[in-house]
């Protein structure tokens, strides 16, 4: 079993920025193929926002943030990070962490399907 604990969030005004964490313990991390963040806003559908190859360090980027957000990953602590940068309103959302196992071509990564654990969610609010 693999816990996901998401850490970061909070209230920022537009043109800021944020970096979130994700801290995934439980298990050994040499089957993990990666991680992604996805959002969720508001009456609205979760999105993909960007994906992480654990190995080789492959990224994807939803076009919404695309030059904006920055993601990483530490493997010795076995944490991932989102860098946020020039923050949005429309970035307003809970962001959630995930986890897959199981290798997918990289385009794949942008589909929650792919991924097989979830964190419970971080608050992102940007005001304008």
Same mark, same amino acid.
């Given at each position: 079993?693999?816990?996901?604990?998401?850490?970061?969030?909070? $209230?920022?005004?537009?043109?800021?920025? $944020?970096?979130?964490?994700?801290?995934?313990?439980?298990?050994?991390?040499?089957?993990?193929?990666?991680?992604?963040?996805?959002?969720?806003?508001?009456?609205?559908?979760?999105?993909? @926002?960007?994906?992480?190859?654990?190995?080789?360090?492959?990224?994807?980027?939803?076009?919404? @943030?695309?030059?904006?957000?920055?993601?990483?990953?530490?493997?010795?602590?076995?944490?991932?990070?989102?860098?946020?940068?020039?923050?949005?309103?429309?970035?307003?959302?809970?962001?959630?962490?995930? $986890?897959?196992?199981?290798?997918?071509?990289?385009?794949?990564?942008?589909?929650?399907?792919?991924?097989?654990?979830?964190?419970?969610?971080?608050?992102?609010? @940007?005001?304008?």
């Amino acid at each position: 079993q693999v816990q996901l604990v998401e850490s970061g969030g909070g $209230l920022v005004q537009a043109g800021g920025s $944020l970096r979130l964490s994700c801290a995934a313990s439980g298990r050994t991390f040499s089957s993990v193929a990666g991680m992604g963040w996805f959002r969720q806003a508001p009456g609205k559908e979760r999105e993909f @926002v960007a994906a992480i190859r654990w190995s080789g360090g492959m990224t994807l980027f939803a076009d919404s @943030v695309k030059g904006r957000f920055i993601i990483s990953r530490d493997n010795a602590k076995n944490t991932m990070y989102l860098q946020m940068n020039s923050l949005k309103p429309e970035d307003t959302a809970v962001y959630y962490c995930a $986890l897959d196992t199981i290798y997918y071509p990289t385009t794949h990564m942008s589909r929650s399907g792919a991924y097989d654990y979830w964190g419970q969610g971080t608050q992102v609010t @940007v005001s304008s």
